[in-house]
């Protein structure tokens, strides 16, 4: 019997931005978040039965074929909602020498208090977790790419230090235009006052 192919549902793609973690990376925007934070961007995210069907192969086969990028970077949605699919994703992609960073609404605690295979083997896949729930009342005004200041960035692999001037250069919001819609991603607060 062959084994069924990882099923990921994905809202969004951008497949080259410098506004969702350092140097230039593919963004994949995972659909279905259990969590609901007041105020999230992305609300049209939430349902879980929506977004695009594909699999973590085809996926990570689309990521690896975009010339010049650093890396991939997960949000959502919320990727430890569709964790083997994802981890499967992020394993392929590490493993042809990119570096991966996921956003979740989980604190890291959260999620190793799970006591979950899957979960471990996808933080086992990160160089970057920004974890935590977005908080509307604490929006981030100085680090890059962190939407409310409780949020915490962890360095999970020896790949990226807090040092590194990427991670202390100014936040950035960035418009892109993709499949013939407008898609603004990156600083919350910016984006937001960007959105029509
Ligand atoms: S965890 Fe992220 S995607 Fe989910 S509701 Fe909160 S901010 Fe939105």
Redesign the pocket.
Known sequence: MSAVAPVLRVAQLVPRTEAEGPGLRFAVWVQG?P???PG???PE??AAERGTVTTAEALAAQVLATPGIEGLSVL???PFAQTGPVAELCERVRAAGLSVMVFS?YTLAELRAQGRPDVERLLATLDLLVDG??EKDLPEQQRRWI?SSNQVMHFLSPRYAPEDPTFTAPNTAEVHLVEGRVIINGWPALANRLRP
Do not use: I, T
Request: overall charge positive; proline content about 0%.
């Open positions: 978040c969590l609901r934070c999230c961007c992305n995210m939430f959502g949605g919320e609404g729930r977005y939407g």
